[in-house]
T-cell receptor, first 111, second 113 residues
Framework: DTAVSQTPKYLVTQMGNDKSIKCEQN?????MYWYKQDSKKFLKIMFS???????INETVPNRFSPKSPDKAHLNLHINSLELGDSAVYFC??????????FGPGTRLTVL | AQTVTQSQPEMSVQEAETVTLSCTYD???????LFWYKQPPSRQMILVIR??????QNATENRFSVNFQKAAKSFSLKISDSQLGDAAMYFC??????????FGTGTLLAVQP
């Protein structure tokens, strides 16, 4: 009965590759988010979707492309991976402006 | 733009004692929420407590309580009867009109047996 799930939990890949991270929530929430946590543990919003529509895009390089096929899913595709993309990526969901619930995170390592 | 500041990079507390983690924020909005999240070594982000800005009463959740001073833009977290399982990184976060959470830099709490 996991609320917010992400796959994979760990991702190790070479520079220049393309990879995707998937997120699913079973809480019935209408808003989903991607956050990035860097090596110093700083968390920053990347994107937010409400009812499948993009509502926040925080000046993220266009190598990052989120996609929301439905309200329960928000995927993150990253093209041409760079060393600086190494981080933990968190998916989260909320009902409107209420509390955000986070997934377990995906640790991406770019070699 | 809103900002969140946690001025204590690390804190330490003895088991069963009380510790207070500090957080200040800056905003011109009148309607907002404040949160404390806990991140243990498992890296899961766990909600500890939440406060609505319009509520004067401080939020409490079992051993966790906040001291919300709206005029001073201060939102500290008090952990009573500290337990070994409380050891984690604690993040203060602001949620306003844009729906995104703005996080502080975190406070790493160690609990000494």
């Amino acid at each position: 009965d996991t609320a917010v799930s992400q796959t994979p939990k760990y991702l190790v890949t070479q520079m220049g590759n393309d990879k995707s991270i998937k997120c699913e929530q079973n809480l019935g929430h209408d808003t989903m988010y991607w956050y990035k946590q860097d090596s110093k543990k700083f968390l920053k919003i990347m994107f937010s979707y409400n009812n499948k529509e993009l509502i926040i895009n925080e000046t993220v390089p266009n190598r990052f492309s989120p996609k929301s096929p439905d309200k329960a899913h928000l995927n993150l595709h990253i093209n041409s991976l760079e060393l600086g993309d190494s981080a933990v990526y968190f998916c989260a969901s909320s009902s409107g402006k209420n509390t955000q619930y986070f997934g377990p995170g995906t640790r991406l390592t770019v070699l | 733009a809103q900002t969140v500041t946690q001025s204590q990079p690390e804190m330490s507390v003895q088991e069963a004692e009380t510790v207070t983690l500090s957080c200040t924020y800056d905003t011109s909005e009148s309607d907002y929420y404040l949160f404390w999240y806990k991140q243990p070594p498992s890296r899961q982000m766990i909600l500890v407590i939440r406060q609505e800005a319009y509520k004067q009463q401080n939020a409490t959740e079992n051993r966790f309580s906040v001291n919300f001073q709206k005029a001073a833009k201060s939102f500290s977290l008090k952990i009573s009867d500290s337990q070994l399982g409380d050891a984690a990184m604690y993040f203060c976060a602001y949620g306003g009109a844009t729906n995104k959470l703005i996080f502080g830099t975190g406070t790493l709490l160690a609990v000494q047996p």
